[in-house]
């Protein structure tokens, strides 16, 4: 499996507790996050899969030479070992869930 990025299309913002409803019902042990503008995490892996689903602000993840902005709604789904970085792009924090499942 690789990376995965599934863009928000349902009507209205993004629900944090819907989405963690969801994300348990996949298997996923899930927290809320917020990172400030400016926040960078270099490039680093998990051993486990992980997904972020975002609920506002935006994203970015960095997979090899890819970028990828994520928005309110937007979701990636990163296999254990993927190697990726993150930054918040704008100037606005990004409050996210990170799910993780072995």
Known sequence: MSIQIERWKEAGVPD??????RMEEE????????DAPG??????VHAEDQ???IISGALELGIGDEQYVLRAG????LPAYTRHSA???FDEA???LIGARK
């Open 51 to 53: 997904s972020h689903w």
């Open 87 to 89: 930054a918040v792009p």
């Open 94 to 96: 990004v409050v996210y």
């Open 16 to 21: 944090a507790r819907e989405l963690r409803r």
């Open 27 to 34: 298997g996923y042990s899930v927290f809320e996050w917020i």
């Open 74 to 77: 937007d979701r990636d789904y």
């Open 39 to 44: 926040t960078v995490y270099d490039s680093h």
